[in-house]
């Protein structure tokens, strides 16, 4: 951002020197200048786009609260399906993963900010400390420049693979010590009113996906054969029409999420 502001400047003062200058060669190199920073601005504009949108919602909403939700799915694949834990809260089938969570060094940053806990879930032991919170507009885009630096905060998607599938034991635990993963990209959905919050929203979630070792694989593969309310493979078409089939009543509902992972 202080690159955007810096090219923007310079063409500015080249623009405006143009109005004072009277020689045609002068006039001449200050407008092959204010070209040159075109560039480089146009550019700059371009990949900061997420974070001056975010900067204008600061701004339009600065007097609103908006609910934020930052979390990690995994993508978990085999032979074309999709690997989908029943939800804990909600009936539903999902990804696994979760909101990420604030370390409690974050808090003092919190108060400033005067960041509330969300009433949507209920704060209990598992999801006190949430990266589900209502955050004053006005610190809208410092909340989420926060995030992006990673300090005070989870990063690591260990904690929700290993209680999602490992304290569940529908993986076993002496194959997965450890996983590898893979970043894969970050889904955003945009700033919107919700409904169901009742509030303007931020949804924001990081996919990973598991590169599971050969013994991870067929410990993967062995679930398969299990008929669990707990988990279930499920198809991509499957997952993007929530669980339901054509022509038949719907047994089961797939969160919205998991369309996220494919």
């Not at 204008?56 to 999709?82: C, H, M, P, W």
């Amino acid at each position: 951002m202080q690159r955007l502001v810096f090219y923007l400047v310079l063409i500015l003062a080249a623009l405006i020197a143009v109005f004072f200058v009277k020689d045609a060669i002068l006039v001449g190199l200050i407008g092959g200048i204010a070209t040159g920073f075109a560039v480089p601005f146009v550019d700059t504009v371009w990949n900061n786009l997420t974070n001056l949108r975010l900067l204008y919602a600061s701004i339009r909403y600065r007097n609103a609260t908006i609910r934020v939700s930052f979390s990690y799915l995994f993508r978990i694949e085999d032979e074309g399906k999709l690997l989908l834990v029943h939800g804990r809260r909600i009936d539903q089938f999902q990804p696994v993963g979760g909101v990420y969570k604030a370390n409690a060094s974050a808090s003092g940053r919190f108060r400033e900010w005067g960041v509330q806990s969300d009433d949507l879930i209920p704060i209990d032991k598992a999801s006190t400390r949430d990266i589900r919170l209502r955050v004053p507009g006005r610190h809208l885009y410092a909340f989420v420049r926060w995030f992006e630096s990673g300090k005070d905060r989870e990063t690591s998607p260990w904690r929700e693979f290993y209680e999602e599938l490992l304290a569940t034991k529908i993986l076993p635990s002496s194959e997965f010590p450890y996983i590898h993963h893979n970043f894969v990209r970050q889904e955003v959905r945009p700033l919107r009113y919700s409904d169901h919050a009742q509030s303007l929203e931020l949804l924001v979630a990081d996919i990973y996906e598991l590169e599971p070792t050969d013994a991870q694989l067929t410990a993967l593969r062995e679930t398969k054969t299990t008929n669990s309310p707990d988990f279930r493979w499920s198809t991509p078409p499957e997952i993007r029409r929530r669980g339901a089939t054509p022509g038949q009543h719907q047994k089961f509902q797939i969160s919205e999420t998991a369309n996220w992972t494919l």
